[in-house]
DNA sequence: ACATTTACTAAACATTGTTTAGTATTTGAA
DNA sequence: TTCAAATACTAAACAATGTTTAGTAAATGT
């Protein structure tokens, strides 16, 4: 009989409709707003049938959280395959940074609501960290050790430095879109400019407003 | 008569017992954790009572979230005395880490929780922003016009991005304390020299590990 | 002395996440 | 076919939240 088969397609396709509701609320209304109620409205479901597919609202954001997350390292993947490293780092800065100001609901879910980006990067004891955002960082680190260094500072702490720089742009005027003053892209050329200039020791100048 | 005095102080005082016990849980049990019934029950009154001392949850919250910025400011007033701009720089930024990691949840408070951000730094177009909190930018501004720079950028940008810069760190290792492998005063460290060091042309390489 | 303001509470309301108990329906074998 | 067991689901309840309402008791000012 494939009827169970049938029966599991039903399963997987109603969890992913659950997963596409929670979506469109936390785009349409932020993360907040996010309830298991309207989200059962939406599938056309009691509110008890959501439990059934998922334990509980967390497994749900933890889910939408590693999708997110997914979706940013799909962004940066071209940008990761320029040759040259000084280059690289800016364009994936770059791509980086438009995509948690075009994303800024599903950049703060992943990297800015407690809880979810040690789901990410693991540290939940719990639950492994998902490869992907290991795959991710590693870009970073191995893009860090082709650099010819100025400092005295391991590629690892490098590309932590690089990611915290543009987070904090990122995260700074997501939660406050008027107070510095400058653009996020603005931000970031400047910051990244000086980094670059700083840990190699060259001069490079030129901004990176060439994609988009 | 003085006691509509008596009573007006009484009033002040029940305000402070109420903003201490927030304070209290928020340290004790994280933001998420302060509810009215909890601060009523600390402070020994019905819950309705706290309404006649503020509007609602956010009003205290907001509150609280001031007098964070004002505490921050205070701890940031040393390193702002330093004569040279570029090692004024560096301890405001060491201390600001330091601040941020040893009052986690004030942090978090201050910088990371949508919507109060903007109650510090003005935006929020109905209440006037804090005199502290320009006080404070202006502190980063004019060191900024004190550096003899080598990039294309205002004053006002390069505080800005500077501000980015150690926000991120912050923010990065509060959100997931065990993923940047780093500590946050080692990332402060590279950071700093890195971004001192582009934005200045200056080869300065010491560490900032003297205070503390 | 007495109307009014003030300080307060008990109880209710609406909204959350989540659980429980129960009901159809489907499945898989006797 | 028949029927126990698993499956998919819901209605209702529960506990916790922020907030409001209606009412009470005491202090205040005239």
Known sequence: MGSSERRARHKEELRQRILEAAREIIMREGFEALTMRKIAERVEYSPAAIYLHFRDRDEIAKQLSREGFAELFRALEPAAAVED???????????????????????????????????????????????????AFDLLVRTAAELSLQVDATPQQIAETLWAAVHGIVSLKLTCPVFPMSTAQELESIMTSALLRGLTGSGQTRTSADSD
Chains 1, 2 share one sequence.
Do not use: C, H, Q
């Open 85 to 135: 490293p000084v280059e690289r780092l800016r364009r994936i800065a770059w791509e980086y940074i438009r995509f948690g100001m075009e994303n800024p609901e599903t950049y703060r879910l992943i990297f800015m609501e407690y809880k979810y980006l040690a789901v990410v990067f693991g540290g939940d004891s719990k639950e492994r960290d998902d490869p992907t955002s290991r795959a």
